[in-house]
C-alpha cells in the first residue's frame, strides 16, 4: 500500500520504518529540513534499538523516501498517517497546532480519496476536528473528494518500539466509515495474522482508549508508590507484597514496580491532557489528579532519604553524590520529564557536587541541563562522566537512577571500598539488601524492608 507518514519523531519513523519492511511504500515527510537531509544521509535522530537497521535496509530496497514536500507527500498516499508532535499547552492540554496545520496541508492538496489517520495520542474529538481542518481547505477550493479520518492510536514503549509494532497485543482502529475501517483492516492484516489483533470502535471510543490505557498504567505506578511509603512505615518490603498481588491474575505483574516516578513523554503528558479534559467537560477525575500528586511527591522521596543518611539537609553541603543511569527509563536517551532532573536539581540546591553517568543519555542530559545548570555544568559541581566507575571516584554515595542492565550487578566490595559514606540508594529496587550489606554498605531501597530506612 502506499502510505505517507506527515512527522518522523519517534512514532512516525517507528511505524514508517515497520510498514515499509512489511512491503509498503512509505514516504515520510517532515518539515524540519535539516532532518530529512540527516535521514536521507542515513543517519537516525533517535535512539531506539533496531530502528537504524530498519530504516537502513527498506531505504536502500526503495521501501522508504523521505521529503519536505507536501505536494509530493499527498500526492503519494492512498493512507496519510499524522504522527507530528503534540505537546502540552500551558494549561496541560495537548497542543493541536501542528496536527492541524498537517490537516490544512492535506486539504489544499488533495486530489483523490484518501483515509486520514491519526496516530498521534489527541484529545478526543480530534479526528473531527481534523475532518473539519480537511474539509474546509476541499470547500475552499469547491474540490468534491471523499476522505475519512480514524483513529490509530499507537502503544510503543520507547526502546521496545520496534517489537511493539511488529507484534502488537491489539491493534485499535477508531473509524466511523466502513471502506476506511476495511483499508486499515488490510494494511493491519500482516501484523495479525495468527490471531486477530485489531478491535474495530468507533472514534472518539478509540481516542479514549488511548489515554485509558496510560492512566491505568501510571495508576498502577502510583498506588504502588504510594503504597510503598507505606510499607517503610510498617517495615514491611514492597517487593514481597508485588509479588503476592501480582500472581493474581486479576492482578498481573507488571507496571507494579515501585521506583522514582513515572517519566517519560507519554504518562505525564497523557495524564495531564485526561484532567484537562476531564475539567473541560465538567467532569472532575480526583483519582487520575491523585495520581499526579503521587508522582510528584514520588520523585522526591530519594533526595529526602539521602538527606535522612547525612543527618539532615544542611549536612548535604559539600558532599559528592554518584548517579548512575539519567534518562527516564533503560534503552533510551529521552531525557523529558526523568525523574533524574529533580533529584539533581534538589541535590545541587543543596550544594551536591554530583558526578553522573548514562551510557546513552549523556549527550542529551548535557543538553537538557545546559539551558537549566550551565554553571554547575561549567564550574564542575555537575559532571558528566564517562563510565560508572568514574561517577563513584570521590564520591561519598551512590544513586541508581535508571535500571540499565551493565548497573545490574556491580562489585559491591568495590563499592564498598571506593564510596566514603558507605551506602547506596537504589532508586528502582535493583538489588538484594542482603547482599548489600554483606558488602559494608548501607542499602535504601523504595519501599524495602530495612532497618536504616525506616529511621
Ligand atoms: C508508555 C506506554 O507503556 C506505551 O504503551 C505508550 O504508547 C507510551 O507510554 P514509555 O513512556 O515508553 O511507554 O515507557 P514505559 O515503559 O511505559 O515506562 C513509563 C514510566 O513508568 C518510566 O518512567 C518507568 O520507569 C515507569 N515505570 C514503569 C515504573 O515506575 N514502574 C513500573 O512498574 C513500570
Not at 507530528?84 to 480519496?113: C, F, K, M, N, Y
Not at 495474522?193 to 481516542?207: C, G, L, Y
Not at 501510571?218 to 517487593?239: G, K, Y
Not at 514496580?257 to 517519566?263: A, D, E, L, N, R
Request: aromatic letters at 8%; hydrophobic letters at 40%.
Amino acid at each position: 500500500m502506499k502510505i505517507t507518514i506527515i512527522g518522523t519523531g519517534y512514532v512516525g519513523l517507528v511505524s514508517g520504518a515497520c510498514f515499509a519492511d512489511f512491503g509498503n511504500n512509505v514516504l515520510c515527510l517532515d518539515v524540519d529540513a535539516r532532518k530529512v537531509e540527516m535521514l536521507k544521509a542515513g543517519s537516525i535522530p533517535i535512539h531506539e534499538p533496531g530502528l537504524d537497521t530498519l530504516v537502513t535496509r527498506n531505504f536502500a530496497a526503495g521501501r522508504i523516501a523521505f521529503t519536505t514536500s507536501y505536494d509530493e507527500a499527498v500526492e503519494h498516499a492512498e493512507v496519510i498517517f499524522l504522527a507530528v508532535g503534540t505537546p502540552p499547552d500551558e494549561d496541560g492540554s495537548a497542543d493541536l497546532t501542528h496536527i492541524l496545520s498537517a490537516a490544512r496541508s492535506i486539504g489544499q492538496r488533495l486530489s483523490r480519496p484518501v483515509v486520514v489517520v491519526d496516530k498521534s495520542t489527541v484529545p478526543v474529538g480530534t479526528a473531527d476536528a481534523v475532518s473539519q481542518a480537511i474539509r474546509q481547505e476541499l470547500d475552499r477550493r469547491a474540490a468534491r473528494i471523499d476522505f475519512a479520518v480514524v483513529s490509530n492510536p499507537e502503544f510503543l514503549k520507547e526502546g521496545a518500539a520496534i517489537e511493539d509494532f511488529m507484534r502488537p497485543d491489539r491493534i485499535i482502529i477508531g473509524s466511523n466509515d466502513e471502506q476506511a475501517t476495511k483499508v486499515m483492516r488490510q494494511l493491519y492484516a500482516p501484523f495479525s495474522r495468527n490471531h486477530d489483533k485489531m478491535i474495530e470502535m468507533d472514534v472518539r471510543s478509540a481516542e479514549l482508549t488511548k489515554y485509558a490505557a496510560n492512566a491505568m498504567l501510571a495508576t498502577r505506578i502510583s498506588f504502588m508508590n504510594e503504597l510503598s511509603n507505606l510499607a517503610e512505615a510498617l517495615d514491611a518490603d514492597i517487593e514481597a507484597v508485588r509479588m503476592g498481588i501480582g500472581s493474581d491474575p486479576r492482578i498481573g505483574p507488571h507496571f507494579l514496580y515501585s521506583g522514582m516516578g513515572f517519566g517519560g513523554s507519554c504518562f505525564p503528558k497523557d495524564v495531564k491532557a485526561l484532567l484537562k479534559t476531564s475539567v473541560d467537560h465538567g467532569r472532575t477525575l480526583h483519582l487520575l489528579k491523585a495520581i499526579e500528586t503521587v508522582n510528584e511527591a514520588q520523585k522526591g522521596v530519594l533526595f529526602e532519604k539521602i538527606a535522612r543518611h547525612f543527618g539532615g539537609r544542611d549536612e548535604l553541603y559539600g558532599k559528592t553524590i554518584a548517579l548512575w543511569g539519567l534518562s527516564f527509563k533503560p534503552n533510551t536517551d529521552d531525557m523529558r520529564e526523568a525523574p533524574s532532573l529533580v533529584l539533581i536539581h534538589q541535590l545541587l540546591q543543596a550544594g551536591c557536587r554530583i558526578r553522573a553517568y548514562d551510557p546513552v543519555a549523556r549527550e542529551e542530559a548535557g543538553r537538557i541541563l545546559q539551558a537549566t545548570r550551565a554553571e554547575c555544568l561549567r564550574s564542575g559541581q555537575l559532571a558528566l562522566v564517562a563510565s560508572s566507575s568514574e561517577a563513584i571516584e570521590d564520591a561519598d554515595v551512590l544513586v541508581l537512577v535508571t535500571e540499565w542492565k551493565e548497573f545490574r550487578a556491580p562489585d559491591f566490595g568495590l563499592l564498598a571500598s571506593t564510596l566514603r559514606s558507605k551506602a547506596i540508594f537504589d532508586g528502582r529496587n535493583q538489588y538484594d539488601p542482603e547482599i548489600v550489606r554483606a558488602a559494608g554498605l548501607r542499602y535504601y531501597g523504595i519501599g524495602r524492608r530495612n532497618p536504616w530506612t525506616n529511621q
